[in-house]
Nanobody, 119 residues
Framework: QVQLVESGGGLVQAGGSLRLSCTSSGIIFRLMTVGWYRQAPGKQRELVATIGSGITGNGATSYADSVKGRFTISRDNPKNTVYLQMNSLKPEDTAVYYC?????????WGQGTQVTVSS
C-alpha cells in the first residue's frame, strides 16, 4: 500500500489551465501504473488518463476521448510524482479528480482534489 496525495485543483475559467499533482512517499510508486479519474456530481467515476511505469514497462500513456489533445499525463520518478496537465478546460471538466496507483492487483486511491471550471 502507498499513500497518495493529490494537489493542484481549484477554480478556473473556461479555456484556462491547471496542473494536478499526485505524490507518494513510497518508492514503489515508480513501479506502479498510475491513473487519473474524475467524478462529477451525480455521475460515475470515469478514467481520464493513465501512465505506465517507465521502469517495469515503457511508460505508455492513454487518454479518454473527451480529454485527448487537451490533457497530458506525465511522471517524474525522482520526485515520486505524476502530473496531469489540463489545458483548454471546459465546464464539463468540473469534477473531483482522483489519483489511482496499482500494481499486481493492489489498488490505491488518493483523497481527491476539486476542479471547477466556470463558463
Amino acid at each position: 500500500q502507498v499513500q497518495l496525495v493529490e494537489s493542484g485543483g481549484g477554480l478556473v475559467q473556461a479555456g484556462g489551465s491547471l496542473r494536478l499533482s499526485c505524490t507518494s512517499s513510497g518508492i514503489i510508486f515508480r513501479l506502479m501504473t498510475v491513473g487519473w479519474y474524475r467524478q462529477a456530481p451525480g455521475k460515475q467515476r470515469e478514467l481520464v488518463a493513465t501512465i505506465g511505469s517507465g521502469i517495469t514497462g515503457n511508460g505508455a500513456t492513454s487518454y479518454a476521448d473527451s480529454v485527448k489533445g487537451r490533457f497530458t499525463i506525465s511522471r517524474d520518478n525522482p520526485k515520486n510524482t505524476v502530473y496531469l496537465q489540463m489545458n483548454s478546460l471546459k465546464p464539463e471538466d468540473t469534477a473531483v479528480y482522483y489519483c489511482n496507483a496499482q500494481r499486481l492487483g493492489v489498488i490505491n486511491w488518493g483523497q481527491g482534489t476539486q476542479v471547477t471550471v466556470s463558463s
